[in-house]
C-alpha cells in the first residue's frame, strides 16, 4: 500500500530562515501532490498544489517541489514568521481515484 | 463567507452508543468528503459523496459506519455501538467539482471522546 513519509519531529526555525520540510512517497507517484497547513483545533488548509509534470510551483513566500524520481516533495517557506508555526500535512491525490492520502503532517515552530 | 461547518464541535459517548455528525459544505459544493484524523497523525479517507451519490466508502472501518447526504448537500455521519477505538476528529471537506484535484475545504472538524 502507498506510505508517504514526513519529518515526524517538530521543526524550529529561527524567524526570517527558510522552512524546509519534506514528503516522501513510496510505490507510484500522484497525479497532484498537496501541502495543507492545519492549526491546533481546525481543520486543514490548502495551500498549493503541483502536478506530476510541474517540477516547481511557487505562491508568494512558498515553494513547493516535485520529484518524482526521488519520490520526494520538498515545501519551502522563506522569510519565516512566528505566524507560520502550524502542522504542515502533504496530501497524494491520484487521478483515477477519489480518495487522497495524507502524510502525518510536520509541525513547524518558528521562533522570534 | 461561510465555510464548511460542522456539528457538534464536541461530542462525549459512553461506548455502544450511537452518535450522528453533522456536515454543512459551501454552498453549491458537488464533492463531499468525511476523514478521521487521529491525535498526531494526518486526516484518513472514509467516504466520498458527489451530489446525493455515495461514489467511494472503502475507507468506512466498519458496517458500524453509516453516511448519507440524502439531498445532496448536508451530509450526517452516523456511527453505531461506539467503541474507544472510534475516538478521534471527524472532519468534513467539500470541493467545488468532482475532479480529484479540486481543492478541497475542510470544517472544523467534530472531536469525538467514546468513554
Known amino acids: 500500500s502507498q506510505k508517504i513519509e514526513q519529518n515526524s519531529e517538530a521543526l524550529n526555525i529561527q524567524e526570517g530562515k527558510t522552512a524546509t520540510l519534506t514528503c516522501n512517497y513510496t510505490?507510484?507517484?500522484?497525479?497532484?501532490l498537496q501541502w495543507y497547513r492545519q492549526d491546533p483545533g481546525r481543520g486543514p488548509v490548502f495551500l498549493l498544489l503541483?502536478?506530476?509534470?510541474?517540477k516547481e510551483k511557487r505562491k508568494e513566500r512558498l515553494k513547493v517541489t516535485f520529484d518524482t524520481t526521488l519520490k520526494q516533495s520538498l515545501f519551502h517557506i522563506t522569510a519565516s514568521q512566528p505566524a507560520d508555526s502550524a502542522t504542515y500535512l502533504c496530501?497524494?491525490?491520484?487521478?483515477?481515484?477519489?480518495?487522497?492520502?495524507f502524510g502525518s503532517g510536520t509541525r513547524l515552530s518558528i521562533r522570534p | 463567507g461561510a465555510g464548511v461547518s460542522q456539528s457538534p464541535r464536541y461530542k462525549v459517548a459512553k461506548r455502544g452508543q450511537d452518535v450522528a455528525l453533522r456536515c454543512d459544505p459551501i454552498?453549491?459544493?458537488?464533492?463531499l468528503f468525511w476523514y478521521q484524523q487521529a491525535l498526531g497523525q494526518g486526516p484518513e479517507f472514509l467516504t466520498y459523496?458527489?451530489?446525493?451519490?455515495?461514489?467511494?466508502k472503502s475507507g468506512l472501518p466498519s458496517d458500524r459506519f453509516f453516511a448519507e447526504r440524502p439531498e445532496g448537500s448536508v451530509s450526517t455521519l452516523k456511527i453505531q455501538r461506539t467503541q474507544q477505538e472510534d475516538s478521534a476528529v471527524y472532519l468534513c471537506?467539500?470541493?467545488?467539482?468532482?475532479?480529484?484535484?479540486?481543492?478541497?475545504?475542510f470544517g472544523p472538524g467534530t472531536r469525538l471522546l467514546v468513554l
Open positions: 471537506a467539500s470541493s467545488a467539482h468532482f475532479e480529484s484535484w479540486e481543492t478541497q475545504y
Open positions: 510505490n507510484y507517484s500522484p497525479a497532484y
Open positions: 503541483i502536478r506530476e509534470n510541474e
Open positions: 496530501a497524494l491525490l491520484y487521478s483515477s481515484a477519489s480518495k487522497i492520502i
Open positions: 454552498s453549491g459544493h458537488v464533492s
Open positions: 459523496f458527489q451530489n446525493e451519490a455515495q461514489l467511494d
